[in-house]
């Protein structure tokens, strides 16, 4: 079951459902999602995705549902929350294939970044990205993420060695393209 938590447009942050463990388990044994992730390599049973989303709803993670069909796409979440700093780390994931490309990430993004600068006050919040996830990329770059730095060939794919890149966003990255949509 999904609570409407954050509400955008084409998609609600909800509380993550344990009951949705089968869902994620498909989508993180799938080579092709996982590719973008750090678990291409490792393998994820029922049971080890069921205590993990067990242990993350508890914390700053939640269920992406479409608005118009209720359906689960992914999911985002805050991570490594430093209130004394006002950082942390965001993540993203929208394991079905079919619905890559069409603004779901991008939304999800921004409701949860409204939501870690006006209500969790933070203010620095970073990311990692391999170098050669484009469309993950270009995503960050529309909702304002900025270039913070690169750890180059730190992650071997294929046997190709590829860069982490580093983002990171300050609100006033954000809400300068979003002052009409979300707080400031």
Not at 103 to 118: F, R, V
């Amino acid at each position: 079951m999904y609570f409407k938590k954050l509400v955008g447009k084409k998609c609600y942050l909800s509380p993550m459902d344990v009951n949705d463990a089968e869902k994620y388990t498909a989508w993180l044994n799938d080579l092709e999602t996982t590719s973008y992730l750090t678990l291409s390599s490792s393998v994820i049973s029922l049971e080890s995705e069921r205590t993990f989303l067990e242990n993350k709803s508890m914390a700053h993670n939640y269920a992406i549902v479409d608005s118009e069909t209720n359906e689960l796409l992914g999911n985002a979440g805050l991570a490594d929350i430093n209130h004394l700093h006002g950082t942390a780390e965001i993540g993203l994931f929208i394991g079905n294939k079919e619905n890559w490309g069409k603004g779901y990430g991008t939304e999800a993004l921004c409701l949860l970044l409204d939501y870690a600068y006006a209500k969790l006050n933070l203010h620095n919040i970073m990311l990692h990205v391999y170098s050669f996830n484009e469309r993950a990329i270009c995503c960050y770059e529309k909702v304002g993420f900025k270039p913070a730095g690169r750890l180059r060939e730190a992650y071997i794919m294929n046997r190709t060695k590829h860069d982490i890149l580093l983002m990171d966003i300050l609100p006033e990255d954000f809400y300068a393209k979003y002052k009409s949509t979300y707080h400031n």
